[in-house]
């Protein structure tokens, strides 16, 4: 291969890599906060008020930076975890696995740790939204990139 040629695809390689990390740090933060904020604001609020250790004012960039780090690692991990196949089954497996690893901390060790009005309530919500948070990022990541790798 010529060394032009060879330097334009790695270019081109390069920038798909850093549209994809982009794509999807940004898509972890859209999903996180529409998950969350739903379920803290709307659906889950009165599990919520009970909660007697929570800030009345809550410190959005702490979430946000929390959010941007979460996505870059999710991102990074996601293009190791699907080797260049994406579906929608690898998108949902990788969810699980990355529920697993995330949702278990706030939905096991936090009743343990913290005085929580209810515990089996407290893991149920947790655990749920925590699932369907991180199997729609993966879900939605597997199709963004399928279609990535048509263009």
Known sequence: MP?????????????????????????FVIVTFITQSTSHFLVNLDHYALVSFTRKEVIFPLGFLTMILQG??????FNLYCKNTYNTKKGFLFGLLMS????????????????????????????????????????????????????
């Open 3 to 27: 060394k032009n040629l060879e330097k334009k695809c790695f270019k081109i390689k390069n920038e798909m890599t850093i549209k994809k990390y982009l794509i999807g740090t940004s898509l």
């Open 72 to 77: 870059t690692v999710l991102s990074y991990l």
């Open 100 to 151: 697993a690893l995330f949702v278990s901390y706030p939905a096991f060790t936090e009743p343990a740790k913290y005085l929580v009005p209810n515990i089996r309530s407290w893991i149920f919500v947790e655990g749920s939204v925590g699932l369907i948070q991180f199997c729609t990022f993966g879900i939605l990541l597997a199709l963004i990139h399928k279609k990535l790798e048509k263009d």
